[in-house]
């Protein structure tokens, strides 16, 4: 008994995704949640994008991202231990 056709695309597209990774769903993205100190309003800001921000900063300084809802600045929110 032989496969039918269906699965051997299902197959080729699992095959084509598994080599690719085109969508990088193997990787997992990390996302920061930015916290607007002008608005309040909240942002997630890729993992990746905040390294490169925080690449150019002198001790003590945190990465500020520019908020998209008010222009004002956005700072990583702290989870507060409460
Ligand atoms: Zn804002």
Do not use: H, Y
Not at 1 to 27: A, I, R, T
């Amino acid at each position: 008994m032989s496969k039918n056709k269906k699965q051997d695309e299902n197959e080729e597209v699992l095959k084509w995704l598994d080599e690719e990774d085109p969508f990088g769903l193997n990787e997992e993205d990390v996302f920061i949640t930015f916290k607007c100190i002008d608005c309040g309003k909240e942002d997630e800001v890729p993992d990746f994008v905040v390294e490169e921000f925080a690449f150019d900063l002198k001790k003590g300084e945190v990465v500020e991202v520019v908020c998209p809802f008010c222009e004002g600045t956005m700072r990583e929110a702290r989870k507060d231990p409460k």
